[in-house]
Every structure is written in structure tokens, then in C-alpha cells.
């Protein structure tokens, strides 16, 4: 059974600190996917992965994959409170679309 | 707004009814996803449709829980004798059948029985 754990599962930041979210699954997939959600809000889709080594960046967030260690990380930089949200990583097991998630980093930046 | 749509946002029921939401994905989009929510969890997937058909039901979907996706277009999740258990935030998600497109979301139906 494939399983997605992320940690950690609370951060508190202060606002400029730079941090990193870490996703790890248990069997083979070269599909990862990070999205954002708000609370009472549903998932706005961030970033993509699809193969070894996939590196992509938007803003103040950059997301990596290494299949190999069956690893992706989410890196804030020069964190803003606006970032505040809970952030998921999820693994399309059968590239089909049918995802499994983590259980989420809530992330809250304070000033 | 031409994202996924999903009708009603909340529902509020008595255990032992039948409740039905409706999703509208993102137009030309043939694939289309039922996930569940529950507080401070990440969504599970449930369901999935290519075109009109079903192509994957989780152990999650019990027989209490029928999707239909007629003409291909938008869904319907039904939810018979509902549970408290089945209190939930239900999302629908679309996306265009290519290695590795975005999945896109919907705003998500609140259930809460009571």
C-alpha cells in the first residue's frame, strides 16, 4: 500500500526565515504533486513533478523530486505571513490521477 | 469563471436520508475525480471517470455511494442512508487525460449529518 508522510506536520515561521518541507512515499511513482489549501477552501494546485531530478519554482517556493529516494521537497524563501495554509504533497501511484496525499504541513508565518 | 463546479457548496442532512451533489468540470476535460475530505486529514480518493466511464472505485466507496457521469460531462455523487460518518468535505476534480496534467479542483460540498 503507498503511503505519503510529510513533515513536519506543524511549522511556524517567522516572516524572512527560509524552511524546507519534506515528502516522503513509499513505493515507485515519478508523478508528485504539491498543492495549497486555505482553510474552509479547497486545493489550489502549485507545482507538478514529473521525473527524477524536476526542479520548479514559483515565487517564494521551489519544489524538487528525487525519485530515487522517493523524496520530493517544497523550500520557502523569505517566508511571507500570505504563505500561511496548509500544504499537501500527493503521489499519482498508477498515473491515472488517483492521488494519494500526505496529511499536510500547516504552515503558519508570523511577523 | 470556468473552473470545476460543484453544487450545493453545503449540505446539512438527517442520517438516514439520501443526499446527491452534482460536479461541472472544467470544460473538454475527460477525466473526472470524487475525493473526501475530513478535518485536519488530506483528501482520499474515491472515484474516477474517463469520459462516461468508471474506471476506479476505492474500498472507500461503499455500496451506499453511487457516481454517475452520464454523457461524459458533469457528475453526480449520491450518497443513500447517509452515516454521521459520512460527515465530509466532498471534492470533485478535472483534468485533460495526459501524462501528468494538472488536476484541478473544485470548491468542495460540505456535508454534515446530523
Known amino acids: 500500500e503507498l503511503k505519503v508522510e510529510q513533515n513536519p506536520l506543524f511549522l511556524s515561521m517567522q516572516e524572512g526565515k527560509n524552511y524546507t518541507i519534506y515528502c516522503n512515499y513509499s513505493t515507485t511513482s515519478d508523478r508528485l504533486y504539491w498543492y495549497r489549501q486555505d482553510p474552509g477552501k479547497s486545493l489550489e494546485s502549485l507545482f507538478v513533478l514529473l521525473s527524477n531530478g524536476a526542479v520548479k519554482q514559483e515565487g517564494r517556493l521551489m519544489a524538487s523530486l528525487d525519485t530515487k529516494a522517493r523524496l520530493s521537497t517544497l523550500h520557502i524563501t523569505a517566508a511571507v505571513h500570505d504563505l500561511s495554509a496548509t500544504y499537501f504533497c500527493?503521489?499519482?501511484?498508477?498515473?491515472?490521477?488517483?492521488?494519494?496525499f500526505g496529511k499536510g504541513t500547516k504552515l503558519s508565518v508570523k511577523p | 469563471d470556468t473552473g470545476v463546479s460543484q453544487d450545493p457548496r453545503h449540505k446539512i442532512t438527517k442520517r438516514g436520508q439520501n443526499v446527491t451533489f452534482r460536479c461541472d468540470p472544467i470544460?473538454?476535460?475527460?477525466?473526472l475525480y470524487w475525493y473526501r475530505q475530513t478535518l485536519g486529514q488530506g483528501p482520499e480518493f474515491l472515484t474516477y471517470f474517463q469520459n462516461e466511464a468508471q474506471l476506479e472505485k476505492s474500498r472507500l466507496l461503499s455500496d451506499r455511494f453511487s457516481a454517475e457521469r452520464p454523457k461524459g460531462s458533469f457528475s453526480t455523487l449520491e450518497i443513500q442512508r447517509t452515516e454521521q460518518g459520512d460527515s465530509a468535505m466532498y471534492l470533485c476534480a478535472s483534468s485533460f487525460q495526459s501524462s501528468g496534467n494538472t488536476i484541478y479542483f473544485g470548491e468542495g460540498s460540505w456535508l454534515t449529518v446530523v
Open positions: 470544460s473538454e476535460h475527460n477525466r
Open positions: 500527493a503521489v499519482d501511484k498508477e498515473s491515472q490521477g488517483n492521488l494519494i
